[in-house]
């Protein structure tokens, strides 16, 4: 069974920082993905990685994924934090190769961490 382990979340203040991290227990080259769940809140795609990175229209220009191939961890660098950031943020595995693009759609994943909390607040 692949396993995800997020790390990294906390309590921050608006405009700054934090990075997460996602370790994965298979070294190997897969699509992976964050989500987030604010409260009250849908689940969301935040970014996703693949071919290329994408965002969402939320985050673009402030969050930046990341992955370490050697090792199979993913981060996700999250800058100019925002209160509306605040939420359960996941990472998750899509099976696939590494090289096709990724999507932010949850539903085609097929492996999820337990999240970490993120609060943004002054």
């Known amino acids: 069974q692949l396993q995800l382990v997020e790390s990294g979340g906390g309590l921050v203040q608006p405009g700054g920082s934090l990075r997460l991290s996602c370790e994965v227990s298979?070294?190997?080259?897969?699509?992976t993905g964050w989500f987030r769940r604010a409260p009250g809140k849908e689940r969301e795609g935040v970014s996703c990685i693949g071919s290329s990175t994408k965002y969402a229209d939320s985050v673009m220009g402030r969050f930046s994924m990341s992955r370490d191939n050697a090792k199979g961890t993913v981060y996700l660098q999250m800058n100019s934090l925002k209160p509306e950031d605040t939420g359960v943020y996941y990472c998750a595995v899509e099976k696939g190769p590494y090289t096709a693009s990724c999507t932010l759609l949850s539903e085609v994943y097929d492996y999820w961490g337990r999240g970490t909390q993120v609060t943004v607040s002054s």
């Open positions: 298979e070294v190997d080259y897969y699509i």
